[in-house]
């Protein structure tokens, strides 16, 4: 079974700082990544998506994650956060099998951004 | 143009009774999904359907919890006999296809469930 895991519950960043959100997943085959972003009061939107090629996924606001297989790691970066970046952040996992439908998400982490 | 819409946004319910979430998807699309979001945790899946039938419900939790989607578009979760265990945050996510590379899922807003 495949499974996801965020290391950090939940950060506090001011205005400007960097931003890494670490994500680590367990899949024995080959696999598709997301991170999907929830604002305070919004549906879950997709940010990027990882599904072959180059590793170095660039998505939406700024934001890029790195798929490094050896480490079965999908982090998510951004080199300057701003205040509206406030949101919970969620990885995800597609397997490229049978059940290639199915997301299996991270428990989340919340990121607090202080103007 | 109209996203996936969930009603009710929320709902209270006393333990024991039975409730239903509806989820209109995105038009045209044939793949409907169902996840379930406790306190603290990530979504969890529950059913996926392509058109009209349940092509994958092993995420339901037992058998107070079924799902319908009769005609191909709206899908009704049903939950007979509440607990409150049962409480969370339902989400329903729809996308053109269903397994398929490139075809991302839309999420709705979700039906906070409250059961006391």
């Known amino acids: 079974a495949q499974s996801v895991s965020q290391h950090n519950h939940h950060v506090i960043l001011s205005e400007a700082a960097s931003l890494e959100l670490g994500c680590n997943y367990s899949?024995?085959?080959?696999?598709?990544l997301f991170w999907y972003v929830q604002y305070p009061g919004q549906h879950l939107q997709l940010l990027l998506k990882y599904f072959s090629g180059d590793p170095l996924v660039k998505g939406i606001k700024g934001f890029e994650a790195e798929f490094i297989k050896s480490k079965f790691s999908f982090n998510l970066r951004k080199p300057s956060v701003q205040w509206s970046d406030t949101a919970e952040y969620f990885c995800?996992?597609?397997?490229?099998?049978?059940?290639?439908?199915?997301?299996?998400f991270g428990k989340g982490t919340l990121l607090t951004v202080n103007p | 143009g109209a996203g996936v819409s969930q009603t009710p946004s929320n709902k209270v319910t006393e333990k024991g009774k039975y409730v239903e979430l509806r989820c209109d998807p995105i038009?045209?699309?044939?793949?409907l999904y169902w996840y379930r979001q406790s306190l603290g945790q990530g979504p969890e899946f529950l059913i996926y359907f392509q058109g009209t039938g349940a092509a994958d419900d092993s995420g339901l939790p037992n058998d107070r919890f079924f799902a319908v989607r009769p005609e191909g578009s709206v899908s009704t979760l049903k939950i007979q006999r509440t607990e409150r265990g049962d409480s969370a945050v339902y989400l329903c996510a729809s996308s053109l296809t269903g397994g398929v590379l490139g075809s991302p899922l839309h999420f709705g807003n979700g039906t906070r469930l409250t059961v006391t």
């Open positions: 038009s045209g699309h044939t793949a």
């Open positions: 899949y024995g085959g080959t696999v598709n």
């Open positions: 995800a996992v597609k397997g490229s099998g049978g059940s290639n439908y199915k997301l299996t």
